[in-house]
Protein backbone atom coordinates (compact mmCIF):
# COMPACT_ATOMS: atom_id res chain seq x y z
CA UNK A 1 0.00 0.00 0.00
CA UNK A 2 1.56 3.45 -0.55
CA UNK A 3 0.25 7.15 0.60
CA UNK A 4 1.44 10.16 -1.43
CA UNK A 5 0.09 13.40 -3.00
CA UNK A 6 -0.72 13.39 -6.36
CA UNK A 7 -1.55 16.07 -9.33
CA UNK A 8 -4.92 14.21 -9.30
CA UNK A 9 -6.97 12.79 -5.62
CA UNK A 10 -4.05 12.12 -2.95
CA UNK A 11 -3.48 8.91 -1.55
CA UNK A 12 -4.73 9.35 2.15
CA UNK A 13 -4.52 8.01 5.83
CA UNK A 14 -7.49 6.19 7.35
CA UNK A 15 -7.22 6.80 11.25
CA UNK A 16 -9.66 3.20 12.85
CA UNK A 17 -9.33 3.21 16.22
CA UNK A 18 -6.53 5.61 16.86
CA UNK A 19 -4.65 3.48 14.60
CA UNK A 20 -3.15 5.00 11.08
CA UNK A 21 -3.27 2.95 8.01
CA UNK A 22 -1.99 3.96 4.76
CA UNK A 23 -4.66 3.25 1.97
CA UNK A 24 -3.93 2.99 -1.83
CA UNK A 25 -6.41 4.57 -4.22
CA UNK A 26 -5.97 2.22 -6.83
CA UNK A 27 -7.85 -0.64 -4.51
CA UNK A 28 -11.44 -0.16 -3.50
CA UNK A 29 -11.97 2.41 -0.42
CA UNK A 30 -14.44 -0.66 1.06
CA UNK A 31 -12.29 -3.54 0.66
CA UNK A 32 -9.55 -1.52 2.17
CA UNK A 33 -11.13 -0.48 5.10
CA UNK A 34 -12.89 -3.96 5.40
CA UNK A 35 -9.63 -5.68 5.32
CA UNK A 36 -8.27 -3.40 8.25
CA UNK A 37 -10.87 -4.02 10.26
CA UNK A 38 -10.70 -7.60 10.39
CA UNK A 39 -7.09 -7.27 10.48
CA UNK A 40 -7.92 -5.86 14.33
CA UNK A 41 -10.53 -8.31 15.01
CA UNK A 42 -11.93 -6.23 17.89
CA UNK A 43 -12.66 -3.11 16.11
CA UNK A 44 -16.37 -2.10 16.42
CA UNK A 45 -18.40 0.08 14.49
CA UNK A 46 -19.23 3.01 13.69
CA UNK A 47 -15.68 3.69 12.58
CA UNK A 48 -14.72 7.48 12.07
CA UNK A 49 -12.32 7.76 8.96
CA UNK A 50 -9.95 10.89 9.03
CA UNK A 51 -8.22 11.92 6.09
CA UNK A 52 -4.64 13.52 6.09
CA UNK A 53 -1.88 14.17 3.90
CA UNK A 54 1.42 11.87 4.18
CA UNK A 55 3.60 13.21 1.62
CA UNK A 56 2.89 17.34 1.51
CA UNK A 57 3.90 18.70 -2.40
CA UNK A 58 6.90 20.96 -2.33
CA UNK A 59 4.88 23.37 -4.28
CA UNK A 60 1.42 23.32 -3.46
CA UNK A 61 0.71 25.97 -6.56
CA UNK A 62 1.61 22.67 -9.29
CA UNK A 63 -0.85 20.65 -8.16
CA UNK A 64 -3.25 20.48 -10.90
CA UNK A 65 -6.87 19.39 -9.30
CA UNK A 66 -8.46 22.30 -7.19
CA UNK A 67 -10.38 19.52 -4.54
CA UNK A 68 -6.47 18.16 -4.38
CA UNK A 69 -5.06 21.97 -3.28
CA UNK A 70 -8.61 21.90 -1.01
CA UNK A 71 -7.15 18.81 0.87
CA UNK A 72 -3.69 20.29 1.29
CA UNK A 73 -5.43 23.41 2.57
CA UNK A 74 -7.70 21.79 4.77
CA UNK A 75 -4.53 19.81 6.31
CA UNK A 76 -1.83 22.66 6.89
CA UNK A 77 -5.36 24.72 8.40
CA UNK A 78 -5.28 21.94 10.61
CA UNK A 79 -1.48 21.93 11.33
CA UNK A 80 -1.33 25.31 12.29
CA UNK A 81 -4.46 24.83 14.93
CA UNK A 82 -2.52 22.28 16.48
CA UNK A 83 0.45 24.09 16.70
CA UNK A 84 2.67 22.12 14.19
CA UNK A 85 3.05 25.52 11.55
CA UNK A 86 5.52 27.73 13.59
CA UNK A 87 5.35 30.75 12.72
CA UNK A 88 5.95 34.65 13.55
CA UNK A 89 2.82 36.55 14.70
CA UNK A 90 2.89 38.57 11.36
CA UNK A 91 2.45 35.50 9.48
CA UNK A 92 0.39 33.85 11.97
CA UNK A 93 -2.36 36.86 11.26
CA UNK A 94 -2.00 36.74 7.03
CA UNK A 95 -2.21 33.11 7.03
CA UNK A 96 -5.52 33.27 9.41
CA UNK A 97 -7.08 35.97 7.52
CA UNK A 98 -6.82 34.33 4.40
CA UNK A 99 -8.48 31.47 5.88
CA UNK A 100 -11.52 33.87 7.04
CA UNK A 101 -11.76 34.83 3.18
CA UNK A 102 -11.72 31.88 1.87
CA UNK A 103 -14.47 30.92 4.19
CA UNK A 104 -16.79 33.45 4.94
CA UNK A 105 -15.48 35.46 1.37
CA UNK A 106 -15.63 39.42 1.78
CA UNK A 107 -15.87 41.23 5.07
CA UNK A 108 -19.75 42.76 5.43
CA UNK A 109 -20.26 44.92 8.68
CA UNK A 110 -24.17 43.74 8.32
CA UNK A 111 -22.74 40.17 8.20
CA UNK A 112 -19.14 40.27 10.76
CA UNK A 113 -19.90 42.24 14.17
CA UNK A 114 -17.27 43.68 15.86
CA UNK A 115 -15.02 40.68 17.19
CA UNK A 116 -16.30 38.24 14.58
CA UNK A 117 -12.46 36.35 13.83
CA UNK A 118 -12.79 35.01 17.70
CA UNK A 119 -15.35 32.83 16.85
CA UNK A 120 -12.74 31.05 14.67
CA UNK A 121 -10.12 28.28 16.07
CA UNK A 122 -6.80 29.18 13.99
CA UNK A 123 -4.13 28.22 16.86
CA UNK A 124 -4.07 26.59 19.82
CA UNK A 125 -3.82 29.93 21.83
CA UNK A 126 -3.61 33.98 20.70
CA UNK A 127 -4.47 37.22 21.90
CA UNK A 128 -6.57 39.73 21.09
CA UNK A 129 -4.31 41.66 19.61
CA UNK A 130 -3.86 38.88 16.81
CA UNK A 131 -7.59 38.56 16.60
CA UNK A 132 -7.56 42.55 15.46
CA UNK A 133 -5.01 42.50 13.46
CA UNK A 134 -6.34 39.32 11.36
CA UNK A 135 -9.32 41.03 11.02
CA UNK A 136 -8.10 44.43 9.46
CA UNK A 137 -6.56 42.14 7.35
CA UNK A 138 -9.33 40.60 6.42
CA UNK A 139 -11.14 43.76 5.70
CA UNK A 140 -8.49 45.72 4.41
CA UNK A 141 -6.32 43.54 2.27
CA UNK A 142 -7.69 40.88 0.54
CA UNK A 143 -11.27 42.06 -0.39
CA UNK A 144 -12.30 40.47 -3.87
CA UNK A 145 -10.29 37.17 -3.40
CA UNK A 146 -12.32 34.18 -3.95
CA UNK A 147 -12.19 31.43 -1.90
CA UNK A 148 -9.88 29.40 -4.48
CA UNK A 149 -7.39 32.24 -4.50
CA UNK A 150 -7.24 32.88 -0.84
CA UNK A 151 -6.52 28.88 -0.24
CA UNK A 152 -3.62 29.09 -3.05
CA UNK A 153 -2.68 32.28 -1.27
CA UNK A 154 -2.54 30.57 2.07
CA UNK A 155 -0.38 27.27 0.41
CA UNK A 156 1.98 29.67 -0.75
CA UNK A 157 2.51 31.25 2.45
CA UNK A 158 2.86 27.95 4.01
CA UNK A 159 5.18 26.56 1.85
CA UNK A 160 7.72 29.21 2.49
CA UNK A 161 7.72 28.44 6.43
CA UNK A 162 10.49 25.99 8.22
CA UNK A 163 8.19 23.79 9.35
CA UNK A 164 6.10 23.37 6.51
CA UNK A 165 4.91 19.76 5.96
CA UNK A 166 6.53 18.43 9.83
CA UNK A 167 5.01 15.49 11.73
CA UNK A 168 7.31 15.77 14.64
CA UNK A 169 8.51 12.78 16.21
CA UNK A 170 9.65 12.96 19.80
CA UNK A 171 13.45 12.51 21.25
CA UNK A 172 15.97 13.79 23.21
CA UNK A 173 19.33 14.75 22.13
CA UNK A 174 22.78 13.60 23.70
CA UNK A 175 22.29 15.77 26.21
CA UNK A 176 19.28 14.70 27.58
CA UNK A 177 16.87 17.40 25.86
CA UNK A 178 13.75 17.10 24.09
CA UNK A 179 13.61 17.56 20.68
CA UNK A 180 11.51 16.53 17.45
CA UNK A 181 12.98 15.03 14.84
CA UNK A 182 10.90 15.21 11.28
CA UNK A 183 11.00 14.96 7.73
CA UNK A 184 9.76 17.64 5.43
CA UNK A 185 9.60 17.99 1.21
CA UNK A 186 12.98 19.84 1.14
CA UNK A 187 14.93 17.65 4.29
CA UNK A 188 15.45 16.31 7.44
CA UNK A 189 14.84 19.04 10.69
CA UNK A 190 15.46 19.04 14.16
CA UNK A 191 13.31 21.22 16.45
CA UNK A 192 14.14 22.27 20.01
CA UNK A 193 11.90 25.05 21.97
CA UNK A 194 9.85 25.86 18.87
CA UNK A 195 12.99 26.92 16.94
CA UNK A 196 14.82 24.52 14.37
CA UNK A 197 18.33 24.27 15.50
CA UNK A 198 19.42 21.79 12.49
CA UNK A 199 18.50 21.54 8.76
CA UNK A 200 20.17 18.88 6.34
CA UNK A 201 18.88 18.69 2.82
CA UNK A 202 17.77 15.26 1.05
CA UNK A 203 20.99 15.75 -1.26
CA UNK A 204 22.92 16.26 1.82
CA UNK A 205 21.57 13.31 3.83
CA UNK A 206 23.71 10.23 3.19
CA UNK A 207 22.37 7.45 5.36
CA UNK A 208 19.92 6.91 8.12
CA UNK A 209 20.39 3.98 10.84
CA UNK A 210 18.86 3.22 13.88
CA UNK A 211 19.94 0.34 16.86
CA UNK A 212 17.88 0.18 19.42
CA UNK A 213 16.24 3.38 20.62
CA UNK A 214 19.18 5.40 19.41
CA UNK A 215 18.36 7.15 15.65
CA UNK A 216 21.33 8.57 13.62
CA UNK A 217 21.89 10.97 10.66
CA UNK A 218 24.36 10.72 8.21
CA UNK A 219 25.21 13.78 6.23
CA UNK A 220 27.76 15.64 3.98
CA UNK A 221 27.55 19.12 3.98
CA UNK A 222 29.45 21.82 1.71
CA UNK A 223 33.38 21.52 1.71
CA UNK A 224 33.05 17.74 2.17
CA UNK A 225 31.94 18.80 6.12
CA UNK A 226 30.84 15.24 7.52
CA UNK A 227 27.65 15.53 10.54
CA UNK A 228 26.75 12.89 11.96
CA UNK A 229 23.48 13.67 14.45
CA UNK A 230 22.40 11.37 17.30
CA UNK A 231 19.27 11.26 18.97
CA UNK A 232 17.01 8.59 21.39
CA UNK A 233 13.71 7.48 20.83
CA UNK A 234 11.21 6.39 23.35
CA UNK A 235 11.08 2.97 22.87
CA UNK A 236 12.86 1.06 20.27
CA UNK A 237 9.37 0.40 17.90
CA UNK A 238 8.89 4.38 17.76
CA UNK A 239 13.13 4.54 17.35
CA UNK A 240 11.86 1.78 13.86
CA UNK A 241 8.95 3.91 12.90
CA UNK A 242 11.54 7.10 12.52
CA UNK A 243 13.39 5.64 11.00
CA UNK A 244 11.17 3.99 8.09
CA UNK A 245 9.81 7.25 8.03
CA UNK A 246 13.01 9.03 6.88
CA UNK A 247 13.59 6.30 4.39
CA UNK A 248 10.52 6.97 2.99
CA UNK A 249 10.68 10.18 2.79
CA UNK A 250 14.16 10.56 1.58
CA UNK A 251 13.46 8.37 -1.38
CA UNK A 252 10.03 9.88 -2.15
CA UNK A 253 11.40 13.50 -2.53
CA UNK A 254 15.68 13.10 -3.47
CA UNK A 255 14.82 10.54 -6.32
CA UNK A 256 14.44 11.09 -9.65
CA UNK A 257 12.55 7.81 -10.64
CA UNK A 258 10.93 5.02 -8.67
CA UNK A 259 13.14 2.41 -10.07
CA UNK A 260 16.13 4.18 -8.61
CA UNK A 261 14.66 2.94 -5.25
CA UNK A 262 16.72 0.55 -3.11
CA UNK A 263 16.20 -1.52 -0.24
CA UNK A 264 17.54 -0.03 3.17
CA UNK A 265 19.28 -1.83 5.83
CA UNK A 266 20.38 -0.65 9.33
CA UNK A 267 22.26 -3.48 10.14
CA UNK A 268 25.97 -3.69 10.78
CA UNK A 269 28.68 -5.83 11.97
CA UNK A 270 27.50 -6.02 15.75
CA UNK A 271 23.76 -5.06 15.37
CA UNK A 272 20.99 -7.21 13.44
CA UNK A 273 18.77 -4.42 11.95
CA UNK A 274 16.10 -4.24 9.62
CA UNK A 275 15.27 -4.00 6.00
CA UNK A 276 12.77 -1.72 4.68
CA UNK A 277 12.35 -0.36 0.53
CA UNK A 278 10.06 2.01 -0.01
CA UNK A 279 7.11 1.09 -2.45
CA UNK A 280 5.58 3.73 -4.77
CA UNK A 281 6.03 6.43 -6.90
CA UNK A 282 8.67 9.40 -6.16
CA UNK A 283 7.37 12.83 -6.06
CA UNK A 284 8.84 13.99 -9.42
CA UNK A 285 6.74 10.86 -11.11
CA UNK A 286 3.56 11.65 -8.98
CA UNK A 287 3.44 15.89 -10.04
CA UNK A 288 4.12 14.54 -13.52
CA UNK A 289 1.51 12.32 -13.48
CA UNK A 290 -1.76 13.38 -15.54
CA UNK A 291 -4.31 10.64 -15.09
CA UNK A 292 -4.71 8.88 -11.98
CA UNK A 293 -7.43 5.67 -11.42
CA UNK A 294 -9.95 6.20 -9.24
CA UNK A 295 -12.15 3.85 -7.94
CA UNK A 296 -15.57 3.26 -8.77
CA UNK A 297 -16.71 3.40 -5.07
CA UNK A 298 -15.13 7.19 -4.70
CA UNK A 299 -17.33 9.96 -5.52
CA UNK A 300 -15.31 13.28 -5.22
CA UNK A 301 -18.46 15.75 -4.68
CA UNK A 302 -19.54 13.58 -1.52
CA UNK A 303 -15.97 13.15 -0.30
CA UNK A 304 -15.70 16.78 -0.43
CA UNK A 305 -19.15 17.34 1.39
CA UNK A 306 -17.78 14.74 4.28
CA UNK A 307 -14.58 16.55 4.49
CA UNK A 308 -16.59 19.75 4.93
CA UNK A 309 -18.90 17.77 7.79
CA UNK A 310 -15.57 16.29 9.38
CA UNK A 311 -14.28 19.88 9.48
CA UNK A 312 -17.19 21.24 11.52
CA UNK A 313 -17.06 18.63 13.89
CA UNK A 314 -13.42 18.82 14.79
CA UNK A 315 -12.43 15.17 14.22
CA UNK A 316 -10.04 16.24 10.71
CA UNK A 317 -7.41 14.91 12.82
CA UNK A 318 -4.40 12.27 13.27
CA UNK A 319 -3.43 9.61 16.27
Known amino acids: ?110 KHPEGYSSKFQFFPKHSEKLERRIAEIHKTELIGQTPETAELKFLQKAQMLETYGVDPHPCKDVSGNPAFLAFTPFGFVVLQGNKRVHFLKWDEVTKLKFEGKTFHIYANQKEDKKIILTYFAPTPEACKHLWKCGVENQAFYKLEKSSQVRTVSSSNLFFKGSRFRYSGRVAKEVMEQTHFPIPNDINLNLLLIILLEVEKLLIFRCA
Not at 27 to 44: D, E, G, S
Not at 81 to 104: P, V
Request: with cysteine; hydrophobic share 45%; glycine share 2%.
Open 1 to 110: MQSCFSSKLVFKDVLIKALQYTLCICITLRQQVLNHVNFLHTAQPPFTMCLRVKFYPPDPAALKEEITRYLVFLQIKRDLYHGRLLCKTSDAAMLAAYILQAEIGDYDPG
